[in-house]
């Protein structure tokens, strides 16, 4: 349960991404005595180690110091207590995050260039695919990370899309002022504005649905198929997408903001959906184009009569 699923958000870029990856019930470690329950939340994976290797380093120092070269060789690290909060006054923030107990973070900057996922140097999320209608800025600015107010509001069009209740401080506000600097022949484009936020979730092929159960099923049921497998993923896309419509259905008429799902059963639907309406259309002009090859042949065999 603490191995996550791998969701691309942009919320990767701050703490929050750990709350996005849970898991929802905490994992009780009965051998830590300060830290028995653990989440992404709270949870240091080298501090563990380390940890680790202090109390029972004797027996073990050399898997657990591979181990521990292995968590920073993929960028695991200390996990997302070392990102930024968006709500550095939420008490769950961590102590060692940069604005702990400070400063709004400058989202824009932080999301220009992409989002690290939970192991940095393996997982990168670029900026097109968490983000969507990208307005940048022409030439380079100083832009600190983190903003002199508690938040920074929103400056987007009005369909736009959150990924978080924690998003109520994305981007920049058009009252903040920048300050040129000189950056040789160095421009970097900073991100100033953006229509959406996009999250993906990638979900296990049908093959791999199908094995996972085989493999874990205590009953060994033989009647679970790979149809079941590709049923039961179909139905998930579909309760997804029905679950963000009631969710939008819930918000205040006066929000200005909507989530969107789109999955490929959706798109199976659609084309269903568009071929059942069009079905009288396409026999009518299925028939029109007999009626018209059949003419064309007649005018055909006249001429030839003719000649």
């Known amino acids: 349960?603490?191995?996550?699923?791998?969701?691309?958000?942009?919320?990767?870029?701050?703490?929050?991404?750990?709350?996005?990856?849970?898991?929802?019930?905490?994992?009780?470690?009965?051998?830590?005595?300060?830290?028995?329950?653990?989440?992404?939340?709270?949870?240091?994976?080298?501090?563990?180690?380390?940890?680790?290797?202090?109390?029972?380093?004797?027996?073990?120092?050399?898997?657990?110091?591979?181990?521990?070269?292995?968590?920073?060789?993929?960028?695991?690290?200390?996990?997302?207590?070392?990102?930024?909060?968006?709500?550095?006054?939420?008490?769950?923030?961590?102590?060692?995050?940069?604005?702990?107990?400070?400063?709004?973070?400058?989202?824009?900057?932080?999301?220009?260039?992409?989002?690290?996922?939970?192991?940095s140097k393996m997982l990168h999320w670029p900026e097109e695919i968490i983000v969507g209608g990208r307005i940048h800025t022409n030439n380079s600015f100083d832009i600190p990370l983190h903003t002199n107010n508690q938040k920074v509001s929103f400056d987007l069009n009005q369909n736009k899309t959150r990924s978080s209740k924690s998003s109520d401080h994305f981007l920049l506000s058009s009252s903040v002022k920048f300050n040129k600097t000189s950056q040789g022949s160095k421009n970097l484009s900073y991100l100033i504005k953006a229509n959406s936020l996009q999250s993906l979730i990638l979900l296990r092929s049908p093959r791999d649905l199908y094995e996972a159960v085989r493999r874990n099923d205590p009953y060994k049921h033989e009647d679970w198929t790979l149809d079941d497998a590709r049923h039961v993923l179909r139905e998930w896309r579909r309760n997804l997408r029905r679950l963000i419509i009631e969710h939008n259905t819930g918000l205040q008429p006066n929000v200005g903001w909507r989530f969107f799902a789109f999955t490929s059963a959706s798109l199976h639907d659609l084309l269903q959906e568009i071929t059942l309406r069009l079905g009288p259309l396409t026999l009518i002009g299925c028939l029109l184009l007999v009626i018209m090859n059949r003419s064309k042949a007649i005018h055909l065999n006249l001429y030839a009569l003719i000649v």
């Not at 929802?24 to 939340?41: C, I, K, N, S």
């Not at 709270?42 to 202090?54: E, H």
């Open 1 to 119: 349960m603490i191995i996550p699923c791998i969701i691309i958000t942009p919320l990767d870029c701050f703490w929050e991404g750990a709350k996005v990856l849970g898991p929802e019930e905490a994992m009780w470690v009965p051998w830590f005595d300060e830290r028995t329950l653990l989440q992404w939340t709270n949870i240091d994976p080298v501090g563990l180690l380390q940890d680790l290797s202090k109390r029972y380093g004797n027996y073990s120092q050399t898997e657990i110091k591979n181990l521990i070269n292995l968590f920073y060789d993929s960028g695991i690290n200390h996990g997302y207590l070392n990102r930024s909060c968006l709500d550095p006054l939420d008490p769950a923030c961590p102590v060692s995050a940069p604005n702990y107990r400070g400063k709004a973070p400058y989202i824009s900057k932080i999301l220009s260039g992409g989002c690290p996922g939970f192991a």
